[in-house]
T-cell receptor
Framework: DAKTTQPPSMDCAEGRAANLPCNHS???????VYWYRQIHSQGPQYIIH?????ETNEMASLIITEDRKSSTLILPHATLRDTAVYYC?????????????WGAGTKLIIKP | AAGVIQSPRHLIKEKRETATLKCYPI?????VYWYQQGPGQDPQFLIS???????DKGSIPDRFSAQQFSDYHSELNMSSLELGDSALYFC???????????????FGEGSWLTVV
């Protein structure tokens, strides 16, 4: 079962910051939060991940609340090419390896 | 940089036929994962391999099998295909010690299987 909940869809104006929320209230202390996106049934593209500190890379920023029960992905200047389904995923320990448990994702539509 | 390579990209098979999908991980990656994504659905974990041994098993049907070879590439074999097997199949790869210490896994572009 997915450990994350996200709004099913969001709109954002081109050039503005897109803020995508994610709830992961049952996350354990050693479980990372990952964000991937999928553009029209292409392979999932890695965006960013974090454990408890805020993270930033060339694509996005990840803000994790202090209690780690929720996080927000920020795309600072959204472009039309950022239209995609964004997945917030918790990495959990499997029997012998870690696994990504996918939820339903947020369909982000960037409007001109 | 080299990415995860999957082949074929598209495949059409009839019911009850057999299909084989191939995955070539990023060089030096020792772990491979297979996911299935049905139309309008989220990716579902099927199976993973580490150092040529099965490491975890998800919702892989008994009609499916997979293995990882000495060169670390992996093949997903699907037999007695059903209409419901029509999906996008993703492979991902990672370097285990890097993944275990909190880095990421990378996905291929996927193989579209259509069963008619």
């Amino acid at each position: 079962d997915a450990k994350t909940t996200q709004p099913p869809s969001m709109d954002c104006a081109e050039g503005r910051a897109a803020n995508l929320p994610c709830n992961h209230s049952t996350i354990s202390g050693n479980e990372y939060v990952y964000w991937y996106r999928q553009i029209h049934s292409q392979g999932p593209q890695y965006i960013i991940h974090g454990l408890k500190n805020n993270e930033t890379n060339e694509m996005a920023s990840l803000i994790i609340t202090e209690d780690r029960k929720s996080s927000t992905l920020i795309l600072p200047h959204a472009t039309l090419r950022d239209t995609a389904v964004y997945y917030c995923i918790v990495r959990v320990a499997g029997r012998s390896n870690y696994q990504l448990i996918w939820g339903a994702g947020t369909k982000l539509i960037i409007k001109p | 940089a080299a990415g995860v390579i999957q082949s074929p990209r598209h495949l059409i098979k009839e019911k009850r036929e057999t299909a084989t999908l191939k995955c070539y991980p990023i060089p030096r990656h020792d772990t491979v994962y297979w996911y299935q994504q049905g139309p309008g659905q989220d990716p579902q974990f099927l199976i993973s391999f580490y150092e040529k041994m099965q490491s975890d098993k998800g919702s892989i049907p008994d009609r499916f099998s997979a293995q990882q070879f000495s060169d670390y590439h992996s093949e997903l074999n699907m037999s007695s295909l059903e209409l419901g097997d029509s999906a996008l199949y993703f492979c991902a790869s990672s370097l285990a010690r890097s993944w275990n210490s909190g880095n990421t896994i990378y996905f291929g572009e996927g193989s579209w299987l259509t069963v008619v």
